[in-house]
């Protein structure tokens, strides 16, 4: 019996060990640089762009995004900035822009969004954030509950109308739909056959896609 509670004891630290090792070895996008470019407004005026090439980071937190050219990190805020394009890969890229929207208040400031499709009627919006929440698993082979804090992203997402106006998209299927009411019928038979799951990324992306192409 000793030899087996020792065995247990044993597993139970390597357990510990690995799960150690995962939450340290954690990276997260934002945290990485990438190659690319920030485009901005010469005086205020959208006819009139110019462009940095460097690599960059990204910034929610911050509203801001950071080059970094010759181990020189200059920071550019949403204010100073019309979009930042990112590459991941050969064939995947980000954009990022700064549109107006009231945060915390009815006025408006410059704020960072992720495009992550654009539509002829409604454009899809991302802003993601790191938290940290404490989470729980059941051991059978120790009959016991561990608790343990589990950092991941978490995604709000929004609706970009044509109108220039940002409202932030509930993944509760009601609110969406009411939203998207003009084709709200439709959008709930796609969700059904298609099974989509609204608080996937992808599958949100897929429902704003097929929306656009029903206008």
Request: hydrophobic share 35%; net charge neutral.
């Amino acid at each position: 019996m000793l030899r087996n509670n020792i065995g247990k004891v044993r597993i139970l630290v390597c357990l510990f060990y690995f799960h150690s090792i995962y939450l340290c070895a954690q990276n997260f996008p934002s945290e990485n640089w990438y190659p690319g470019k920030i485009v901005f407004s010469t005086f205020g005026d959208l006819d009139s762009l110019g462009e940095v090439v460097g690599n960059i980071q990204y910034d929610f937190d911050n509203d801001a995004v950071r080059l970094n050219v010759g181990n020189t990190i200059k920071v550019y805020p949403a204010a100073n900035f019309v979009y930042t394009e990112i590459y991941i890969d050969d064939t995947t890229q980000r954009l990022f822009y700064s549109l107006p929207y009231p945060k915390k208040s009815t006025y408006e400031i410059p704020t960072v969004f992720e495009l992550l499709t654009a539509g002829k009627s409604v454009s899809l919006l991302c802003r993601e954030k790191i938290v940290t929440e404490l989470t729980s698993d059941y051991d059978f082979l120790f009959g016991r509950t561990f608790f343990y804090n589990r950092t991941r992203l978490q995604y709000t997402f929004y609706f970009f109308y044509v109108s220039g106006k940002i409202k932030p998209c509930c993944v509760d299927k009601n609110e969406l739909f009411q939203l998207l009411k003009d084709k709200a019928e439709i959008l709930k038979n796609y969700v059904k056959e298609q099974r989509i799951d609204l608080s996937y990324k992808n599958d949100l992306i897929s429902l704003i896609n097929y929306y656009n192409s029903l206008k």
